[in-house]
């Protein structure tokens, strides 16, 4: 059985730093892209940040830009989420998910998602 299961997320203050986890089992994810994505309450589900397994090419939406860092751990089967500089509108749910071959932005096409993890972020 597949799972990926994000570590727990937390209240932190603005300006601080929190790494998010997402470990995943049940099969190989090589050749996988890994991806975070984020949803705020009453708000859609959101890109954030992706890996790809070719050359650890990364993407971010533009409002994580310099203050995100997603990496990945092949031999711990393990992608994170370093999120420096929070900021209250960071706020939300994220969810780590996996696909085959190249990430795309949107949410369809993921095929593998975690149950998500809570990160709140007082100002």
């Known amino acids: 059985q597949v799972q990926l299961v994000e570590s727990v997320g937390g209240l932190v203050q603005a300006g601080d730093s929190l790494r998010l986890s997402c470990a995943t089992s049940?099969?190989?994810?090589?050749?996988?892209?890994m991806v975070w994505f984020r949803q705020a309450p009453g708000k859609e589900r959101e890109f954030v940040a992706a890996?790809?397994?070719?050359?650890?090419?990364?993407n971010y939406t533009d409002a994580v830009k310099r203050r995100f860092t997603i990496s990945r751990d092949n031999a711990k089967n393990t992608v994170y989420l370093l999120m420096n500089s929070l900021k209250s509108e960071d706020t939300a749910v994220y969810y780590c998910a996996a696909r085959p071959g190249w990430a795309v932005p949107g949410v369809a096409g993921w095929d593998y998602w975690g149950q998500g993890t809570q990160v709140t972020v007082s100002s």
């Open positions: 049940g099969r190989t994810f090589i050749g996988y892209a």
């Open positions: 890996i790809n397994w070719v050359a650890g090419r990364t």
